[in-house]
């Protein structure tokens, strides 16, 4: 993955940069030291990595301000941090840049069960939101994988999703407000715990802008009531095509579950193999969850039976109880530990139309093929978005080179077919250069000028989501 | 309503830039007989008029760019409009503009049942994309009052809402993709049916833009199964104090019907008089819908009938059949003809938090004393979306201004309370210069730049939504 060669001028002011932010900034804010430095050289992204020049670590808004003027007039790049969970490469440094991390600044800030918001500092981790409100009985409803690590900053940075997002919508469905600190040290206010906006909606174009048009310090999110119970059931089919038919009738009859997630063949069985959760032998298979109260669950279950049955499964599973609703879910949630047992694996993230499920897999499986890497797939299928995840030995000269080619043409596949290069882990560095597989050169240059209007002089995050050489004259200025 | 000096150099070029339009459209596609032009010379917001220097109707996406491209390079303004239903000015022109009306571009282009999405041509009206797939069984959420006869491009404009986006959302979240055409004439394709974004939300800040970004002359929208049923009930209070507790208690249960009207006392004379529904002679009502299968729906009314019954109602009357059905909402449907009746009104948009609805009613009540005004309220409380009705007679000289004077006081108040200046009606000329009030210059400034991305020139709709004084550097540019 290429990246800009750092500024030897930056580089050569080091000290004096170091000293500039600790003069503005409390003594523990600062870290310039290589030893703790380096475990901010990258995020999930884990195959590319970089030590920043060095990490800021403020716990308010105003030293957030204060570190970004201050790098601002110096001309330093900055890379905003969540946790550093994203899977594109969102957070990775360059060594002429600083890491501001928000990972101090996770404190709850009101809670307001009347309207149904709560407002808190971007650094609080996506499930500690939930923490916070669960005892009156509310829950936030993204939910990324990573929800016990991932900071609400990374989510509003990415747009992320998760399993239940069918139902609920991503970040910017339950994102009511922000307070962002632009690349000058402005604070702007966006949105609110109950506004619609009037006059441009720039919340909209906050949420999911990864980091480049400014730094969200603290986010209203809803808040809501936690439904009365969920369960779920397990369908196996014959093959993918009929699998993929069930997922589009079940949504084309608008039922909504709060789920529904996909495996095939090769993911049934690594999870197995792993878990042992008692998942039937089958080509592909369906987890369905429903949720609400125990006759809307009844109900929902019925349709959802009748519209499965009508499909010739090879095994159709309820979950009776407490015990076999975990049983279901267990081989799922562990698929990714089980793919990562058997080898490396790179995750990719295209969202195509639910229609074209069956023929995407089959190509999937002739990519595959073609270029010898294996691929096992698990994903939100309700509403298309794919996760393959192509298996490679790190440690093997050049499988690295050869599962990225293979990613790219996966992910030109879904573009082909409509649909999109990013459901929900954002483009960062690992998608930058298919950017021109999905726009044209007029269209990136239009989202470029957005950017140019919150940070005219590309230091935030600048190597990400452009083409390098469609944002070079940008950045060099 | 103060509106920018037309300039004496475009008048005086007429008519030269009527035949420049006539060469590059067909014939019919320019008028510029002032018997024909006087037909739009103002929308909804009717108190407000002014003749355009020529309209212009095209067909295609094409005839848009070069109709834009040939106004750019002649520095003309140009003034989107769907079908003139806007209640806030926002298709209101100026002498020296042209309009550009999307009314005969109405073609469905694509629906595709099982992805749930239709492409149409922006003109189409809200009502007749239902039309066009309600043979199948499908249906477009958003439903503002005027969707008999308002189109998919004002909707886009102004985010329109209506009765049932408590539980659908507004248009931006059934918005899949936009064909926008900007100043320049460039086309650029925006979402599309299945995509999630990657990189910049640009769909999101285009959606209730106010025409100022761009002409959106094709729209995906995501269309949703009908429902099997739905089925209201009416509650009557005798607060409304009590009327708004309920409503707070009803959202917090997590319950979701589909619609929750309110309607104060001075509204339920009105339309009783009017309409003879049948309505209970209290302070506050409330129509709660819900929908669903028959199961659903009677398990939603049993729990709305529990808090309801908590709240001490003074009456409780549900639907039986089709006819009580219709007979609830008979009223609610005629509340702005049946004001109407009274006498002339001005419709205010203001959305506030649920929790402070009883608050804000009784400061309504105090101000509509102080001012002399009579003011009804009927609204959308699920979501807070106020709809005060000031009665005023147009003929009684200052009563205009004394009106706009108590509007602006319950603008402010909304703005007070945590709430937004406009809930679905948008800015325009009417809240133009009320925007100070809900936003510091820095954040004016900050959307300003973003609409100098799309339209340096500021030539599109450009005395509206930002205050006169704030743009005015720009629009002199």
Chains 1, 2 share one sequence.
Not at 53 to 67: C, D, Q, S
Not at 238 to 261: H, T
Not at 314 to 324: H, L, S, T
Request: net charge negative; glycine share 10%.
């Amino acid at each position: 993955m290429d990246m800009p060669h750092p500024s030897p001028a930056i580089l050569s002011r080091r000290d004096q940069i170091v000293a500039g932010l600790r003069a503005l900034l409390p003594g523990d804010a600062v870290i310039d030291d290589p030893a703790e430095t380096r475990a901010y050289e990258c995020d999930a992204l884990a195959a590319y990595r970089c030590a920043p020049l060095a990490v800021v670590l403020p716990r308010t808004t105003a030293e957030v301000a204060a570190t970004l003027r201050f790098c601002h007039d110096n001309r330093v790049q900055v890379v905003p941090r969540g946790a550093g969970t994203s899977l594109s490469g969102g957070s990775m440094p360059t060594a002429d840049s600083v890491v501001l991390g928000v990972a101090r600044m996770n404190a709850v800030l009101e809670t307001d069960y009347d309207n149904r918001f709560i407002r808190v500092q971007s650094g609080r981790t996506n499930l500690s939101v939930t923490g916070a409100v669960e005892a009156e009985g509310f829950f936030y409803a993204p939910d990324p994988s990573s929800q016990l690590a991932c900071a609400i900053a990374g989510n509003v940075a990415m747009n992320s999703g998760g399993a239940h997002c069918l139902k609920y919508g991503v970040t910017t469905n339950n994102l009511l407000g922000v307070t962002l600190v632009t690349m000058d040290g402005t604070v702007v206010e966006l949105g609110g715990p109950w506004a619609e906006t009037a006059g441009l909606d720039l919340l909209g174009v906050v949420c999911g802008s990864e980091g480049q048009l400014g730094v969200v310090t603290e986010a209203t999110l809803r808040i809501l009531p936690k439904p009365e119970g969920a369960r779920p059931v397990l369908v196996g089919f014959a093959s993918n095509e009929v699998a993929g038919a069930c997922v589009s009738d079940i949504i084309k009859a608008g039922i909504l579950p709060v789920a529904i997630e996909f495996m095939d063949r090769p993911c049934i069985r690594a999870c197995e193999a792993f878990a042992k959760a008692g998942y039937p032998d089958c080509e592909a298979l369906l987890i369905i969850e429903v949720e609400g109260s125990d006759a809307e669950i009844a109900e929902q279950l019925a349709r959802i039976k009748s519209i499965a049955l009508s499909h010739d499964p090879v095994e159709f599973r309820e979950a009776a109880d407490e015990d076999q609703a975990r049983r279901i879910w267990l081989g799922r949630k562990s698929a990714f530990g089980a793919m990562g047992q058997i080898n490396d694996y790179m995750c990719l993230d295209g969202t195509i139309p639910v229609s074209s499920l069956p023929y995407v897999l089959k190509r999937i499986g002739e990519l595959s093929r073609d270029f010898g890497l294996e691929v096992g797939n698990v994903f939100h299928a309700g509403d298309g978005n794919m996760h393959p995840l192509i298996l490679y030995n790190a440690n093997t000269p050049g499988q690295l080179e050869t599962c990225e080619a293979l990613g790219a043409e996966i992910l030109k596949l879904c573009v082909e077919v409509g649909g999109c290069l990013t459901g929900e882990h954002g483009v960062g560095i690992e998608k930058r250069d298919l950017m021109g597989v999905q726009y044209t050169p007029a269209d990136l240059e239009v989202q470029m000028r957005v950017k140019d209007v919150f940070d005219p002089r590309w230091l935030l995050n600048p190597a990400k989501v452009f083409p390098l050489d469609a944002s070079a004259g940008r950045r060099a200025g």
